[in-house]
């Protein structure tokens, strides 16, 4: 539900939502609502991220606001009534000339097809492993193959047509740029797992997160011409993977 009269949202949402409590200021917010399970929180995510691009193509500023485990009070504040749960918020506006967009939306080479192109977004341009990007883990560390920690090549992936696509799932956006999700191929599927808990977070960001990968991830696929889809709900561990972290889909492809 879009909520417009910002400054009144602001008064009663500062210290309970923001960064460490510090509340984003915002003309208008998008508030969230679902039933508190993991794969809504998933549904979230994908949703509300490929909203964000949308807004991003129409120069309109977003930006995902962490809830700070005050969901209940948030919403008894703001006054709604439902039964569903805030899992959500996210601020919207124009945004400020000095606003620097992630680098996953930065115009670095025009002309060519990118990931983003079939929602109207500029190339980014495939600079693998030369340089870091805002001390983000390499593509080498968000895949493996057939097993936990079996890393591949730069020029393996490259020789299966995937890596565009993990240098987009580099960029792709996170809570805190923590890139908690690795992705394990196997025989014609792509197992995306992502770490349950991470910093003062819980298992309900590491939801949005999947579901913001997942999305990302589907598009990149898309776009390389791998057609496939994701397992949603119930995702098999097929593969051993560490206790501290999650299935959150299989992607068949």
């Known amino acids: ?13 500062n210290g309970l939502a923001g960064y460490n409590g510090v509340m984003v200021n915002a003309p208008h917010y998008l508030v969230i609502f679902a039933n508190a399970h993991v794969d809504q929180y998933k549904a979230v995510g994908y949703v509300t991220e490929w ?4 807004l991003t193509k129409n120069n309109i500023g977003s930006c ?3 809830t700070n485990k005050n969901e209940v009070q948030i919403k008894n504040v703001l006054e709604f009534q439902t039964t569903d749960d805030v899992i959500g918020l996210l601020a919207l506006g124009y945004t400020s000339k000095e606003v620097r967009l992630s680098n996953i939306f930065d115009t670095l080479k025009t002309g060519s097809v990118s990931a983003l192109s079939s929602i109207g977004y500029p190339h980014v341009d ?4 030369s340089e870091p990007v805002s001390g983000r883990v390499s ?13 591949l090549s730069i020029e393996e992936l490259e020789l299966r047509g995937l890596a565009d696509v993990f240098f987009y799932m580099r960029l792709a956006p996170s809570w805190g740029n923590q890139q908690p999700w690795r992705f394990i191929l196997d025989k014609g599927q792509i197992v995306l797992t992502v770490l349950k808990e991470y910093g003062a977070l819980d298992r309900h960001v590491a939801g949005i997160d999947a579901g913001i990968a997942m999305l990302y991830f589907e598009t990149a696929m898309h776009s390389a011409g791998f057609p496939g889809s994701w397992e949603w709900s119930e995702a098999k561990n097929i593969i051993q993977i560490p206790d501290d972290y999650f299935v959150a889909g299989v992607y068949t492809y």
């Open 64 to 66: 995902w606001i962490d």
């Open 139 to 151: 593509i080498q560390d968000l895949v493996y193959l057939n097993a936990w920690n079996n890393k």
């Open 126 to 129: 495939i600079g693998y492993a």
């Open 51 to 54: 909203l964000v691009l949308n």
């Open 1 to 13: 539900q879009i909520v417009r009269n910002g400054a009144h949202v602001f008064t009663l949402l």
